[in-house]
Structure formats: C-alpha cells, structure tokens
C-alpha cells in the first residue's frame, strides 16, 4: 500500500506542550512524537531549542491536518507550524528500517527480520520490537549488554535482578550467558507480556518475568541491572540498593544526571566503580562494599 500522510510539526513553549499534545490528539492524530528535554532526540533529528518542546503530529489526510493547524494556531498564538505531505510505502513496516541488530561481547541482538545475518560464533537473541522499549541498538541497552557480558563470563551462574526489564532483552540476555536465576520485572503490562514471548522464543522460559513490585521479588541478586530514566531510578533507589548482593548496573541516565543519580545510591551504600558512556549516555556501576 503506497500512499502519503501528512505531518504536522510545532515548535511551541515547553510550559504549552501538554495541552497542544491534548488538542492534536482531539483533532484526529494518528501518532504524536514528542521531543523535550526529558530525553534527548536520536542522531539527525531536530532538537527543540531550550525552554521549548518539538511536536510532530501524523495525520491521515490534507483536511484533517490543516483543521488541526487552524485548532492549534488559535488555541497556541505563539507555536511555529509546518505542514508536509511525506510518502509512505507501508505504514505499517516502515519503522522496521529504524530498527538495527548489534554485536556487543558474545552476543548478537536483532529484530526476526535480521536473525538470518547472525554471526554462527554469537550468542543470538531475537527481539521482537513491538511497542516495548528495547531491542538492543539504543546506547543504554548497548552500554547495559556489555557489561552484562562481561559480568557473566567471570561468574557463571550468578543470580540477575533486571528492573523495568521492557522487551526482557538483558534479563534473556543474562540467561543465555550462563545466569542461574534471573528475574524482570516491569510496571508496564504490555512489556511483561512481550518480554515472557521473547523469552519463550529464545529459548529461555525459566527466566522470571512479572509486574511484581521490587518489595515483593524475594531475595538478593549477584547482578541487579536497571536500564530506565534517571528520575525513576533516584525514586527506586531504596528499592533497587537492598537487593544488590554484589553488583549494580543503571544506564537511563545522560551524562548531567549522573552525579545526582550517583548519590542515591552511594547514600544507600554501594560503592561507585568506572561506568561507561556513549554519546550523551551514561552508565553507572557499582558494588557492594565487602
């Protein structure tokens, strides 16, 4: 099915974006991109300008679009607009370009569509992306597999904690390195759902995954990971730090959330270690004090 559809992009204060969002989904928009100072654009997308917010509404048709156009200009006197038409070969394949497989230690983590190009000398997970954040080529899941990795090879068998687990990628991940028990949790539903499917089809059904609350997930773990944002995980904290029997991994964090992130956790305890980083993003780790 090859057609168009039409974008409806507005540059507005960061303080209006939330009623704006309201109003163009009010106005018939199929999917709305958000783009604030919560978290930073993917490379070679437009960034707002401080104190403001970027958003790009999709909308099915011309008149359609431009009657939000018109809601919007009244409602927000003060917001840029641009209205395009972009060609669309399959609306309902075409986000499957954006999503890349990546090799990080011994694994290789990609979408089905990629599964025939694995490397035989990798350990492969296949994720289905679905509506789960998590398939393995954003930095935090990336820096997070890494050290996953190298963790597993040094302690065969350990026990792993993966908190806001999304898809199950690191928790799979963990399991397929060798872990003894591991276990994810989400608050999301969806995500469970998707994450216990990905573990049925990688071979790993053993691996624990529910939207239990951390107070109730009983024990310690030799590796407690925590890919989520920075805000989340300073709120988690006197959560996350208590089942942390040796080592913790966050990364959800941007390079000028990390002290702040970091004195959550040292307050509770655990001593900081040498993360790592790409690009804007961070990853802490620590251990517990011996």
Known sequence: ????????????????????????????AMGLEVRDREGPTMPGVRAPVAGESIL?????DADTAEQAREA????????????????????????????????VGRLWVGPPWEAQNAPADKVRLVIEPKMAFGTGDHPTTSLCLGAVD???????????????????????AAKKLGAGRVVGTDNDPVSVELARENAVDNG????ELSGKELTAVEGTFELVVANILANTLIELAPLI???V????????????????????????GLVPEPGAQQGEWVRLDFHRAK
């Open 56 to 60: 790009v509404a999709y909308f099915e």
């Open 72 to 103: 919007l200009a009244e409602a927000h006197p003060s917001a840029r607009m641009q209205l395009a038409e972009e060609q669309q070969q399959d609306w309902s394949n075409a986000w499957k370009a954006h999503i890349k497989s990546v090799q």
């Open 241 to 243: 730090a208590p089942k």
């Open 1 to 28: 099915m090859t057609g168009t559809y039409q974008t409806l992009t507005v540059d507005l204060p960061e303080t209006e974006s939330e009623s704006a969002q309201d109003l163009l989904h009010e106005m018939g």
């Open 150 to 172: 190298e963790y597993m090879s040094t302690h065969p068998g350990a026990s792993v904690l993966d908190v806001g687990t999304g898809t199950g990628v690191l928790a799979i």
């Open 204 to 207: 790993t059904p053993d691996v």
């Open 245 to 268: 029997k040796d080592k913790l991994l966050m990364a959800g964090v941007l390079a000028h959330q990390k002290d702040e992130v970091e004195a959550a956790y040292v307050n509770l």
